[in-house]
T-cell receptor, first 115, second 110 residues
């Protein structure tokens, strides 16, 4: 089956620094990528949807200037958490969808801890 | 906004038992996904349903659009089925993003 690679798996950073998370589709063209956040014992929450070559669409309450999403190619999307703060500590996970809308593939997730 | 409710929240069963996890949602949808999340966080998509029933191995998923309800069944459960099972719905009208339930934490004991 299709594979979505997400890196890094975990990252610890100091408050005020920026962190970039990559999501790659390895064997298909991801026309749409989704970024989610999950706090402990909570549901996954959609942060933003990005289509290749266009600006991401952010969900209500998600700051687009803080969570920068770039989807420059059909195989790569990045999420940059800018000026991270401890409250940004969370599990971030991406998913990718190809031209066949039925199929949705998830990355392995990134655990972010901001000290 | 769609409200997605799953039950039970936690389920512990013995190996071999038949497992049922339920999902209800409040607003009409275009599709419903069942996902499996293992410790460490990785997520696998098990099914996408818009009507009827789907079967894959020991897993069966059903959906009743009129009642806004879906069930995930596991037959002959095994300890390796232990995971969090998540129901997620996609709204109609061409919307892309999913709304997730809180998940059902399943433990199958040998």
């Amino acid at each position: 089956g299709a594979v979505v690679s997400q890196h890094p798996s975990w990252v610890i950073c100091k408050s005020g620094t920026s962190v970039k998370i990559e999501c790659r589709s390895l064997d298909f063209q991801a026309t749409t990528m989704f970024w989610y956040r999950q706090f402990p014992k909570q549901s996954l929450m959609l942060m933003a949807t990005s289509n290749e070559g266009s600006k991401a669409t952010y969900e209500q309450g998600v700051e687009k200037d803080k969570f920068l999403i770039n989807h420059a190619s059909l195989t790569l999307s990045t999420l940059t958490v800018t000026s991270a703060h401890p409250e940004d500590s969370s599990f971030y996970i991406c998913s990718a969808r190809g031209r066949v809308r039925e199929k949705l593939f998830f990355g392995s997730g990134t655990q972010l801890s901001v000290l | 906004k769609n409200e997605v409710e799953q039950s039970p929240q936690n389920l512990t069963a013995q190996e071999g038992e038949f497992i049922t996890i339920n999902c209800s949602y409040s607003v009409g949808i275009s599709a419903l996904h069942w996902l499996q999340q293992h410790p460490g966080g990785g997520i696998v998509s098990l099914f996408m349903l818009s009507s009827g029933k789907k079967k894959h191995g020991r897993l069966i998923a059903t959906i009743n659009i009129q009642e806004k309800h879906s069930s995930l069944h596991i037959t002959a459960s095994h300890p390796r089925d232990s995971a969090v099972y998540i129901c997620a719905v996609r709204a109609g009208g061409g919307a892309d993003g999913l709304t997730f339930g809180k998940g059902t934490h399943l433990i199958i004991q040998p």
